[in-house]
C-alpha cells in the first residue's frame, strides 16, 4: 500500500513538474509581452557596440544600471533594473540565450522552477534604409505567476515606460 502512494506521490509531482516546465517554455505563447521600439541615429554595427558596452550602462541607462557578465550563450548576466513596478531596485540574474551581432541578443530568467515565472528579454537591432536603426526592445512572460498576479496593465505600463526610458537614452547615447 505505501509502496503503491509514494509512486502516485512521484507520479503526481512529475506530472506537475512536466506541466511547469511546459508553460514556461517557448512551445506556448506568453501569457504577455512588453514591447516597445525606437529609431536609434546610428547603424546597427554603432548601435550594437554601444548597446552591448555593459560596463558603460551606469553612465546613460535609466532601466538597467548595472549589467555584468559576458555576453555569450550559457553565461550568465547579474543586473539591476530600475521599473515602476518596485519601490526598490531589483537585483536579478539571467542566463544569456542568443547573440547575434549586430542583430539581437536576448537572455532568459526564471524563478525558482521553470513554469513559476519565465522571461525572455529580447534586444533586436534592424538597419533602416537611412543608415540608422531601428530597436525592438521586449520581453515576453510566461509562466502561473505572471497568469496570477493582479493588474496586469499597470504593471505592463510601468514596464514599457522602463523600456522605452532605456531606448530614449540609447537614442541620446548614440546621438552624441
Do not use: C
Amino acid at each position: 500500500m505505501k509502496k503503491k502512494t509514494l509512486l502516485k506521490i512521484t507520479g503526481i509531482g512529475l506530472l506537475g513538474y512536466g506541466l511547469l516546465a511546459l508553460i514556461g517554455s517557448t512551445l506556448v505563447s506568453p501569457v504577455y509581452t512588453v514591447s516597445s521600439e525606437i529609431t536609434l541615429p546610428a547603424n546597427p554595427e554603432l548601435s550594437w557596440e554601444v548597446l552591448t558596452k555593459f560596463e558603460n550602462y551606469p553612465e546613460w541607462n535609466p532601466y538597467l544600471t548595472r549589467v555584468e557578465g559576458k555576453l555569450a550563450p550559457g553565461e550568465t548576466v547579474s543586473f539591476t533594473l530600475i521599473d515602476g513596478n518596485f519601490t526598490d531596485p531589483m537585483h536579478l540574474s539571467a542566463v544569456v540565450a542568443l547573440v547575434q551581432p549586430p542583430k539581437q541578443f536576448y537572455w532568459t530568467g526564471t524563478l525558482v522552477l521553470q513554469g513559476i515565472h519565465d522571461t525572455r528579454h529580447i534586444f533586436e537591432l534592424k538597419p533602416r534604409p537611412d543608415g540608422t536603426t531601428q530597436l525592438l526592445h521586449y520581453e515576453e512572460f510566461r509562466g502561473v505567476l505572471p497568469m496570477l498576479l493582479p493588474e496586469r496593465e499597470q504593471r505592463t505600463a510601468h514596464t514599457r515606460r522602463a523600456f522605452e526610458g532605456m531606448n530614449r537614452a540609447l537614442q541620446q547615447r548614440l546621438g552624441k
